[in-house]
């Protein structure tokens, strides 16, 4: 009895995993087919069984037998960038950069309705570096707890013209996401590009999502530096697919990721960037808030849901969330 046990602790987390392997991976995202359930029970099952009734090295045996084709299964799953994809997620944004020349294809400038329906559209988009002023960290808090997050980064470029850089999941057709699923190859990476009044509209009047828009005090190189490398990696998922994961490739990692890059250091294994609601956090701790705004400062300042939901579709919206006055060559509507 006391050898099953140990063979059990050494085993439980192996036994778990290939569990989940067998019931999520590969699934439509956000689903857990019944049939999958069932065959993950049987499959534990026979691992037990083995474990308690065979002697050592047949049980090791008839482990491996059993463990192995399911670590096969989930390495042989590949992303594809061929899918039946909802309607947002069907174009994958790239970019032709040309020295300090950016323009972006695909960018995604859909109007979205209080009641989730939206007028589709994308746009090619025209950026130099050297006019981009000032980049902002946009947070979002979704299903009631303050730990979960989606964060996005929003770049401002002369002439008040702003592209937002979303690191999300692609979603095909009947998806939803879950966080486990998540982990299990259940979905690919997506950079999305789109305009504010887009980005934040949808999180703001359509979700109802606690959204703020916080500048980041960073200086002109590092802004170019962290909007280059993130549409490099836009361009690369454009070419090659890779599996979103919850944990290692999210939004709030892959920005920490861009982030390491430019600035050449490691963050680590850091709780504000699994839990992303608490990212702002680590905004203040790397100094990058306003000079004089520390995190509760910030959560009170720079939180657009109000103004997002006043302005509606008027012209000028990514200046009206931010509380500035309109520009004198907006129309007035």
Request: with cysteine.
């Amino acid at each position: 009895m006391r050898e099953f046990v140990v063979r059990l602790l050494l085993v439980t987390p192996l036994v778990l995993w290939g569990a989940l392997v067998i019931s999520l991976a590969g699934a439509p995202g956000g689903s857990v087919p019944p049939w999958r359930v069932v065959l993950a029970v049987l499959w534990s099952a026979g691992l037990l069984v083995a474990l308690w009734r065979l002697r050592r090295p047949q049980a090791a045996g008839a482990c491996a037998l059993l463990w192995l084709p399911v670590l096969a299964f989930f390495l042989l799953l590949r992303p594809s960038n061929d899918r039946d994809w909802e309607l947002h997620a069907t174009r994958t944004p790239h970019a032709t950069i040309h020295e300090d020349t950016v323009v972006i294809h695909d960018l995604r400038s859909f109007r979205w309705q209080p009641d989730g329906t939206y007028e589709p559209r994308w746009r090619d988009k025209e950026v130099r570096l050297d006019e981009l002023e000032e980049s902002a960290f946009v947070l979002t808090r979704f299903g009631g707890l303050e730990a979960v997050a989606h964060v996005m980064a929003s770049f401002r470029f002369t002439g008040d013209r702003f592209v937002v850089l979303s690191v999300e999941i692609r979603r095909e057709r009947g998806e939803s996401y879950h966080p486990l699923g998540g982990a299990f190859r259940q979905y690919e990476l997506f950079y999305v590009a789109a305009d504010e009044r887009d980005a934040i509209g949808l999180r703001t009047f359509v979700h109802g999502d606690p959204t703020w828009v916080i500048p980041m005090r960073a200086g002109p190189e590092a802004n170019r530096a962290f909007f280059l490398d993130m549409v490099r990696r836009m361009n690369a998922l454009h070419e090659r697919p890779v599996w979103y994961n919850t944990v290692v490739r999210s939004c709030a990692s892959e920005l920490a990721r861009h982030y390491e890059a430019v600035n050449d250091l490691r963050l680590g294994l850091d709780r504000r960037v699994f839990l992303p609601g608490f990212s702002d956090e680590l905004l203040e701790e790397l100094d990058l808030l306003p000079e004089g705004v520390d995190r509760e400062t910030a959560r009170a300042l720079f939180q657009v849901n109000e103004r997002a939901i006043a302005h509606g579709d008027r012209p000028g919206f990514s200046r009206a969330i931010r509380g500035e006055a309109p520009a004198p060559d907006e129309p007035p509507r």
